[in-house]
């Protein structure tokens, strides 16, 4: 078949990957000058790593995207290194997955090769240890993670909201302490609406030791994108799809600015409020529906400076209440050596933020301006003289918002129009979206795109 694929994201590059070496004819449109969506990097000249223009780590447990690489013949280009992790309480940071017999242990050799397991525990005694609140609160931070860890089953939790859900098993306080930062910073707004079965998966699937590739994730998506071509597949970069439309003999036409070529199948991995501008015949229900999947954006300032700013601390999480300009503090040198960077110390400055929020629009300048005291606050000896260059990226489909009874809403990847597909963030449950799950929506959806009808 000759199938046409919108968007060279790991959706999108992976179903090519499939479909050509199942013999297909695929082409792929890309908007903008890059392959890898949301996980693509960029390099500053001083520079031997890309950097991902949103911070972006795997776990161990992420199965697909690691299949995936040792098919591409690069598993010995990613390795998982187990970074601190840590939250922020009353202007203090507080590591919660770093061994608390002391930083020794890090340096030998036994520190390296820490199981999971003896990961988990470490973040186990962390927790324990966790002095703001009473010890009691502790344990029943301890006792939820671990019923949750070991709940097989998500789907009665998809009925109710993880803020009532958690609050009631951990507590107030420990609820307020440890989890109810984490989903104000990625939800917002929606923070209580989100269900329990989306915060499950984050505790089943996630393992302390992150993985990264060497190069950044850039050297992973290029090496995908150079397999897809040497199968057969046509990448086309800065070609934008503008319109969508069935024609009667059952075949997909898509508009571009010069040209409307004709596909047998088209698999859009674009965001589902894309999809439905873009194709007006699409039913007005099913039109509504892609309409009220929420979902919310991201803004991070990247920040090149001269020297280390956090003790230590790979991910600081900030409680909205502690009153920052961002939520997420992601210093990337204490998780990748800076000698990959020239030297430079990496921050990013991050926040899930709704569309049409006044970061959006702000030039990187004004950004920092509104972001320094914040980090001043963090490392009150940061001097702006410290600042080598600063980047600001944004994307208004960065999280989807999975609600109450979520799986009922989620479409399918067939649309209602006969040889229309698509594969998107949104329709990846209850994990949260990520390039493991790119790589087995896009998987998932090869399949149903490359067979026979
Ligand atoms: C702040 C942030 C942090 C993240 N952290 C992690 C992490 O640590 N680990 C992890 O695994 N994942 C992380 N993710 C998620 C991960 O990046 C995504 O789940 C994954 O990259 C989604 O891939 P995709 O191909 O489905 O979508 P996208 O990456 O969004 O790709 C879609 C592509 O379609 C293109 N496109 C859209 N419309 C058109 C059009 N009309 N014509 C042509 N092209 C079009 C876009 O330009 C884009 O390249 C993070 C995401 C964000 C925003």
Same mark, same amino acid.
């Given at each position: ?29 890309? $908007? *903008?000058?890059? +392959? %890898?969506?949301?996980? @693509? ?9 890309? &950097? =991902? !223009? ?6 161990a ?15 010995d ?29 890090e ?29 009691? $609160? *502790?344990?029943? +931070? %301890?006792?939820?993670? @671990? ?9 009665? &939790? =998809? !009925? ?38 989306w ?5 089943v ?14 050297a ?7 397999q ?36 047998? !199948? ?10 439905k ?6 039913p ?82 004004a ?64 994990w ?20 026979a009808?």
């Open positions: 078949m000759n199938i046409g694929i919108i968007g060279a994201g790991v959706t999108g590059l992976t179903a090519a990957y499939d479909l050509t070496r199942q013999g297909h004819r695929v082409t792929l449109y890309e $908007a *903008r000058p890059y +392959v %890898g969506g949301l996980a @693509a990097g960029f390099k500053d000249e001083a520079w031997d790593w890309s &950097l =991902e !223009r949103f911070y972006h780590h795997i776990f447990s992420d199965r697909d995207i690691i299949t995936l690489v040792k098919e591409l013949g690069i598993a280009m990613l390795f998982f290194p187990s970074p601190v992790t840590s939250i922020l309480k009353d202007g203090k940071c507080y590591p919660i997955n770093k061994p608390l017999v002391g930083p020794w242990l340096r030998l050799p036994l520190g390296k090769t820490l199981s999971n397991g003896a990961d988990l525990l470490a973040t186990a005694l962390r927790v324990l240890a966790f002095r703001p609140i009473p010890f009691l $609160a *502790r344990l029943r +931070v %301890g006792l939820t993670t @671990a019923y949750l860890r070991y709940n097989p089953r998500w789907q009665p &939790l =998809e !009925r109710v909201t993880a803020d009532a859900w958690l609050s009631r098993a951990a507590g107030a306080r420990a609820y307020e302490a440890f989890w109810q930062p984490l989903l104000e910073g990625k939800f917002g707004p929606y923070y209580r609406e989100v269900n329990m079965a915060f499950w998966a984050r505790i699937a996630r393992t302390p030791k992150l993985g990264y590739f060497e190069g950044g994730f850039q992973f998506l290029d090496a995908l994108a150079a897809v071509r040497a199968q057969g597949g046509d990448i086309r970069l800065e070609h934008h799809v503008r319109g969508i439309q069935p024609t009667a003999d059952g075949r997909i036409r898509l508009e571009l600015r010069d040209e409307a070529p004709l596909y047998d !199948r088209v698999l859009a991995t674009c965001s589902p409020a894309m999809l501008e873009r194709t007006p015949a699409l007005a229900a099913y039109a509504a529906g892609l309409e009220d999947l929420l979902s919310m954006g991201a803004v991070v300032l990247i920040l090149a400076v001269t020297q280390p700013v956090s003790a230590g601390h790979y991910w600081i999480n900030i409680p909205k209440r502690e009153g920052f300009p961002f939520l997420a503090f992601v210093e990337h040198t204490h998780y990748i050596d800076r000698r990959h960077y020239g030297g430079d110390t990496l921050l990013y400055c991050g926040d899930y933020l709704e569309p049409g929020h006044p970061y959006f629009e702000m030039e990187p300048e950004l920092l301006e509104r972001f320094i005291p914040g980090i001043q606050r963090l490392n009150p000896a940061f001097d702006r003289s410290w600042i080598r260059k600063v980047w600001k990226f944004s994307e208004s489909y960065a999280q989807p918002v999975p609600l109450v009874n979520h799986s009922q809403r989620i479409p399918p990847l067939e649309t209602p129009l006969p040889n229309l597909y698509m594969a998107n963030m949104s329709q990846v449950y209850p949260d979206r990520g390039t493991n799950y790119a790589v087995e929506i896009g998987r998932r959806a090869a399949r149903l795109v490359g067979a009808s």
